[in-house]
Structure formats: C-alpha cells, structure tokens
C-alpha cells in the first residue's frame, strides 16, 4: 500500500551537486524514519544517510559524506530529501530510498524500498 518514488538522479561532474528527492504516497498512518541506500555495480548496498521521525527527526551519516550530503524531510508534503554536494566519482551508484511505516494505529509495520534513481559522477 505505501509506495516511494525516487527522482534527482543525473549525469554530474565531480565536485557538483544533486538534489534526490523521495516521494511517499499510499496508506501511511504513521512515518518512523527514513533513509537513503546507494548501490555500486558489484558491490553490496549502504547506508548513505537516515532520519528518524519518531526521535525528533534525528540524522545520522556515513562517514563517506559526512559534510557533504544533507538528509532532510518534507513532513507536509511527505517528501525526503538527499542533497549531494561536492561529488565524487566514488559516489556514482543508485540511489534508493527506504522507509520504515505503520499503515494503522494499531500498528501494522512495513519496510519500503523504492525503484532507485541512477547518479553517475564523473571526473
């Protein structure tokens, strides 16, 4: 029922900057938190940035873009934000957006993931 739809992801150059965004939509009584997961060809998913919801809207960062990357949440709009500076080459993976749900106040729990949006740094 909850869907999340990520768009932002572009061809840059290195030392650039993009805007992801994540889009939540569908039944969702409540938003616990929510993060951004990027994917290197062959290598495994990570953790990029999160926020948590219920805990004030507390951040938390990879070491690999602390300073750089911005997690940020549109509550009104329920939208969630990446905002990519000072790129690197290293940085090139898709991006995914995930998030943690209740669909009623009784609690039914769901993990999202969206389809991904692609971002290439070049150098």
């Known amino acids: 029922q909850v869907q999340l739809v990520e768009s932002g992801g572009a061809l840059v150059q290195a030392g650039g900057s993009l805007r992801l965004s994540c889009a939540a939509s569908g039944s969702i009584f409540k938003t616990n938190a929510m993060g951004w997961y990027r994917q290197a060809p062959g290598e495994q998913r990570e953790l990029v940035a999160s926020i948590t919801i219920t805990s004030n809207d507390m951040t938390h960062y990879a070491d690999f873009v602390k300073g750089r990357f911005t997690i940020s949440r549109d509550n009104a709009e329920n939208i969630l934000y990446l905002q990519m500076n000072s790129l690197k080459p290293e940085d090139t993976a898709v991006y995914y957006c995930?998030?943690?749900?209740?669909?009623?106040?009784?609690?039914?729990?769901?993990?999202?993931w969206g389809q991904g949006t692609l971002v290439i740094v070049s150098s």
């Open positions: 995930n998030g943690d749900f209740e669909t009623t106040a009784w609690g039914d729990y769901h993990n999202v």
